[in-house]
């Protein structure tokens, strides 16, 4: 509101101003130069008065940028403040017995089903385990088979091929 008043109180001035200074060259012109003199004196004055009031007017947008901020950072440090609270509820739910007490809890179950796997694992017998091997030797010889190679003997010279036959067939251009 004070920032208004004074933007108010410039546009006063400056209309002010330009209507001394009109009357001074009227004064100037009528030969009365005392009056005008004075009349300036106060012009210059009234525009010291309009400095004044521009710094007046700097000051209070400086200050109301400053609350502003200010404002901000109270929110920012009640927000930080209700997080503490939070975080405090939470440890005095939660302590570090109760967490270790959960840990220890969670890796005997671990533990526990760890056994009953290798039980379980365990509980075939030397028959099947003699069985698995012998799939697995006959996959493994599966794999291993060649395919047989041809008995007759391979030609010592290769036929001449004509430009012609060389070009590409169609349905091998189209499967590649």
Known sequence: ?????????????????????????????????????????????????????????????????DIEFTQIEMKVIEGLKIGNECLNKMHQVMSIEEVERIIGETQDAVEYQR?????????????????????????TQEQLELPEVPSEPLPEKIPEVSPMENRPKPELVAAS
Do not use: F, P
């Open 1 to 65: 509101q004070q920032r208004d008043k004074l933007r108010q109180y410039q546009k006063r001035l400056s209309l002010g101003l330009e209507r001394e200074r009109a009357l001074a060259r009227q004064l100037l012109r009528d030969g009365k130069k005392e009056k005008a003199m004075l009349l300036l004196k106060k012009k210059r004055y009234q525009e010291q008065l309009l400095d004044k009031t521009e710094n007046q007017i700097s000051n209070l947008e400086r200050m109301v940028q």
């Open 115 to 139: 056994q009953i796997d290798e039980l379980l694992a365990g509980s075939l017998t030397e028959e099947d385990e003699d069985a698995i091997l012998e799939e697995l030797n006959a996959i």
